[in-house]
């Protein structure tokens, strides 16, 4: 098992930044992929970010070229920086951990952090 815990979450006028951590409980040197979702009010959560443990990255449309997703293994946390930030990025953000499970993956979640784009 593995626990997440988001923060760096808040409000934020459009253009600007904000860095947002993922904190595990456990090493995350070798969980599969680490990555980062969004909710945004009457809509589904979508991928934003994903990184592997083979350090390959996938990005979302919307954010690529604005959003990037790193991870410190002595820290077991990851992040995910985000500029140039858009009124349609408001969401909650959610932390994801899929781990190995012999043939299959287990998926754990934060409980989320809400970032508000508005002026």
């Known amino acids: 098992q593995v626990q997440l815990v988001e923060s760096g979450g808040g409000l934020v006028q459009p253009g600007g930044s904000l860095r947002l951590s993922c904190a595990a409980s456990r090493s995350i040197f070798s969980i599969y992929a680490m990555g980062w979702y969004r909710q945004a009010p009457g809509k589904q959560r979508e991928l934003v970010a994903v990184l592997t443990s083979g350090s390959s990255t996938n990005y979302a449309d919307s954010v690529k070229g604005r959003f990037i997703i790193s991870k410190d293994n002595a820290k077991n946390t990851v992040y995910l920086q985000m500029n140039s930030l858009k009124p349609e990025d408001t969401a909650v953000y959610y932390c994801?951990?899929?781990?190995?499970?012999?043939?299959?993956?287990?998926?754990?979640w934060g409980k989320g952090t809400l970032v508000t784009v508005s002026s």
């Open positions: 994801n951990a899929e781990v190995s499970a012999g043939p299959n993956f287990m998926n754990y």
